[in-house]
């Protein structure tokens, strides 16, 4: 009794904080729109209970198309899945039915499996065994498709290795772990087996073939992965990898540089107290250098089952403070970082610039409303000299939650008014991809509730100048140059670090249930141009561009 009336207290003084806040804030730190009725999508992506988005330029004509996983089985009957092909910023549907897969999708990712210069697609399943009356669609396996030119695909699932039956999968990461210059699988696996989680790394055998790896590359046979990610921690330049969720997650393994993966020393620090129940757990995973130091910094999200009750559950910032005998050291920065309690699930987490001032932002999968204007819930990096902070205005927009919502927070009625009011909404996947190629980061948000529709959402925020950074792997590296280090300097200032702009990790599949383009994208503020220099993974050695000209997409071969 006593803890449920100092939690209504508490909730009752974040009502008033966001009320306070609304009466105060004026101008959105960033600024969307809603285009997916002008964009085509729609009727298409109404009705669906969306579980899986990737982005990819699957025909090969510049611009990404956007692939949307469902939960199409009963009792869900959504839609099947959907492959759309953009066409200038414009989306019309793919009719190839192989792709239109009826499962629980949960994750996908376009990569370049077999180095042949398109795209492939991987797409998860999330089969509960036992559960349910429609034991066919629960047992569906994974899926894979080989790119067979501009964008048609063939279904080679039973005979690629990597699409096993019965694994209730949800996101996945591409990385190159061994070196060899062919594209791996890391799938996780979340905790509904009873506790049998079962994430599964895939070694790429050449020719789309795949083993399982696992255990043999050093990682454990029980690990959740509800969010995984890959990248380098530790600057030896091979890719680590980190599981997220409860139950054997929330783990950072790194790679030994011989095909094997140590647990890191650290890991105790990736758990935060608060677990409200079983059900509750972190999610979404992604790297990213947040406060320009070259270092790869960890942000975690959140699944928890009713955040709004313990008056709102952040999601986590781990600052990198450096790497000593080649085992990284991390800081739990969140309160004082200014990323503050979220009153919603937080699956879907990223870390980039959204508004191109060269400061990156966090971003996670919560849109506010106020009227029919998205707010999606950015935390933009006002950083300051030796300085991390961070703020938002999306959540003072309207005045969710009320005293209504929070008296029926307890109950199952919850979801419907959420629905209903149209204040809030989160989405599982929500992965960001500059579809309209006007040098701003917009973002697809799949909507899981049928009821409510999906959201393409452009981002029309004033911005700075921005450079976009694909690399192509030379012989030795993987195509997609998955794994490389992006580095930006002043011009005329290569190499050097006290003139460095910003770092990214080229990488496809992080977050939640979510696949991005194998871009770096950087925002530069009022630099014109820029020094380019990539270190390519394994160490094989670099590459360099000077004097490069802001505002455009530069590939670096």
């Given at each position: 009794m006593l803890r449920s009336c100092l939690l209504a207290s508490c909730l009752g003084c974040v009502l008033i904080a966001v009320a306070s806040t609304a009466a105060a804030q004026q101008t959105p730190l960033f600024v969307f729109e809603?285009?997916?009725?002008?964009?085509?999508?729609?009727?298409?992506?109404?009705?669906?209970?969306?579980?899986?988005?990737?982005?990819?330029?699957?025909?090969?004509?510049?611009?990404?198309?956007?692939?949307?996983?469902?939960?199409?089985?009963?009792?869900?009957?959504?839609?099947?899945?959907?492959?759309?092909?953009?066409?200038?910023?414009?989306?019309?549907?793919?009719?190839?039915?192989?792709?239109?897969?009826?499962?629980?999708?949960?994750?996908?990712?376009?990569?370049?499996?077999?180095?042949?210069?398109?795209?492939?697609?991987?797409?998860?399943?999330h089969a509960i065994r036992g559960r349910g009356d429609d034991t066919q669609h629960f047992q569906e396996p994974n899926h894979f498709f080989r790119?067979?030119?501009?964008?048609?695909?063939?279904?080679?699932?039973?005979?690629?290795?990597?699409?096993?039956?019965?694994?209730?999968?949800?996101?996945?990461?591409?990385?190159?772990?061994?070196?060899?210059?062919?594209?791996?699988?890391?799938?996780?696996?979340?905790?509904?087996?009873?506790?049998d989680?079962?994430?599964?790394?895939?070694?790429?055998?050449?020719?789309?073939?795949?083993?399982?790896?696992?255990?043999?590359?050093?990682?454990?046979?029980?690990?959740?992965?509800?969010?995984?990610?890959?990248?380098?921690?530790?600057?030896?330049?091979?890719?680590?990898?980190?599981?997220?969720?409860?139950?054997?997650?929330?783990?950072?393994?790194?790679?030994?540089?011989?095909?094997?993966?140590?647990?890191?020393?650290?890991?105790?620090?990736?758990?935060?107290?608060?677990?409200?129940?079983?059900?509750?757990?972190?999610?979404?995973?992604?790297?990213?250098?947040?406060?320009?130091?070259?270092?790869?910094?960890?942000?975690?999200?959140?699944?928890?089952?009713?955040?709004?009750?313990?008056?709102?559950?952040?999601?986590?910032?781990?600052?990198?403070?450096?790497?000593?005998?080649?085992?990284?050291?991390?800081?739990?920065?969140?309160?004082?970082?200014?990323?503050?309690?979220?009153?919603?699930?937080?699956?879907?987490?990223?870390?980039?610039?959204?508004?191109?001032?060269?400061r990156p932002d966090i971003y996670t999968s919560i849109v506010k409303f106020q009227g029919k204007t998205p707010h999606p819930v950015i935390f933009k990096n006002v950083s300051k000299g030796d300085s991390l902070k961070f703020q938002e205005s999306a959540l003072a927009v309207n005045d969710f939650p009320t005293a209504e919502d929070l008296e029926i927070r307890s109950s199952g009625k919850f979801f419907d008014k959420m629905i209903a009011d149209k204040k809030i909404v989160y989405t599982a996947p929500g992965p960001s991809a500059d579809f309209d190629r006007d040098g701003r980061l917009d973002l697809f948000l799949a909507n899981w509730w049928v009821e409510a529709p999906s959201l393409l959402l452009r981002n029309r925020t004033p911005s700075g100048a921005w450079l976009d950074v694909a690399v192509a792997g030379p012989e030795g590296v993987n195509r997609m140059g998955i794994g490389s280090q992006v580095r930006l300097y002043e011009a005329g200032k290569l190499g050097q670090k006290e003139a460095l702009l910003g770092v990214r990790e080229i990488a496809a599949g992080y977050g939640y249930a979510s696949g991005?383009?194998?871009?770096?994208?950087?925002?530069l503020g009022s630099e014109k141009s820029c020094d380019v220099e990539v270190i390519l993974p394994h160490n094989r050695g670099r590459m360099e561009r000077r004097s490069v000209e802001a505002n455009q997409r530069v590939t670096i071969e």
């Amino acid at each position: 009794m006593l803890r449920s009336c100092l939690l209504a207290s508490c909730l009752g003084c974040v009502l008033i904080a966001v009320a306070s806040t609304a009466a105060a804030q004026q101008t959105p730190l960033f600024v969307f729109e809603d285009a997916g009725e002008q964009a085509g999508l729609f009727p298409h992506v109404a009705g669906i209970a969306g579980h899986g988005v990737a982005w990819g330029d699957a025909d090969g004509d510049g611009w990404p198309d956007l692939y949307v996983g469902t939960f199409g089985s009963k009792p869900y009957n959504s839609k099947p899945n959907q492959l759309f092909l953009n066409r200038e910023g414009m989306f019309e549907v793919d009719d190839q039915p192989q792709l239109r897969v009826v499962g629980r999708a949960n994750g996908a990712v376009f990569a370049d499996f077999d180095n042949d210069g398109d795209l492939d697609l991987y797409t998860t399943n999330h089969a509960i065994r036992g559960r349910g009356d429609d034991t066919q669609h629960f047992q569906e396996p994974n899926h894979f498709f080989r790119n067979d030119g501009e964008g048609r695909f063939t279904d080679v699932s039973d005979a690629s290795g990597a699409c096993p039956a019965g694994m209730a999968a949800r996101s996945a990461a591409v990385l190159d772990y061994d070196g060899d210059g062919l594209l791996d699988l890391l799938v996780g696996e979340c905790f509904f087996q009873g506790g049998d989680s079962r994430s599964k790394l895939f070694r790429n055998l050449g020719g789309l073939k795949f083993e399982n790896a696992t255990t043999k590359a050093g990682l454990p046979e029980q690990a959740t992965g509800f969010g995984v990610a890959a990248g380098d921690v530790n600057g030896d330049t091979r890719p680590d990898v980190f599981l997220a969720g409860r139950h054997h997650g929330n783990r950072l393994f790194l790679n030994d540089g011989q095909g094997r993966f140590r647990e890191a020393k650290g890991n105790a620090g990736f758990h935060w107290d608060s677990y409200e129940s079983g059900d509750d757990t972190t999610c979404g995973v992604c790297f990213g250098d947040v406060n320009g130091d070259g270092l790869a910094d960890i942000v975690l999200g959140s699944h928890f089952s009713h955040p709004w009750r313990m008056g709102g559950v952040a999601v986590r910032l781990y600052l990198n403070r450096g790497v000593e005998g080649g085992e990284p050291a991390f800081d739990d920065v969140t309160e004082q970082a200014g990323l503050t309690p979220l009153p919603m699930k937080s699956p879907h987490v990223e870390i980039q610039d959204f508004d191109n001032d060269g400061r990156p932002d966090i971003y996670t999968s919560i849109v506010k409303f106020q009227g029919k204007t998205p707010h999606p819930v950015i935390f933009k990096n006002v950083s300051k000299g030796d300085s991390l902070k961070f703020q938002e205005s999306a959540l003072a927009v309207n005045d969710f939650p009320t005293a209504e919502d929070l008296e029926i927070r307890s109950s199952g009625k919850f979801f419907d008014k959420m629905i209903a009011d149209k204040k809030i909404v989160y989405t599982a996947p929500g992965p960001s991809a500059d579809f309209d190629r006007d040098g701003r980061l917009d973002l697809f948000l799949a909507n899981w509730w049928v009821e409510a529709p999906s959201l393409l959402l452009r981002n029309r925020t004033p911005s700075g100048a921005w450079l976009d950074v694909a690399v192509a792997g030379p012989e030795g590296v993987n195509r997609m140059g998955i794994g490389s280090q992006v580095r930006l300097y002043e011009a005329g200032k290569l190499g050097q670090k006290e003139a460095l702009l910003g770092v990214r990790e080229i990488a496809a599949g992080y977050g939640y249930a979510s696949g991005q383009e194998a871009i770096a994208h950087f925002g530069l503020g009022s630099e014109k141009s820029c020094d380019v220099e990539v270190i390519l993974p394994h160490n094989r050695g670099r590459m360099e561009r000077r004097s490069v000209e802001a505002n455009q997409r530069v590939t670096i071969e």
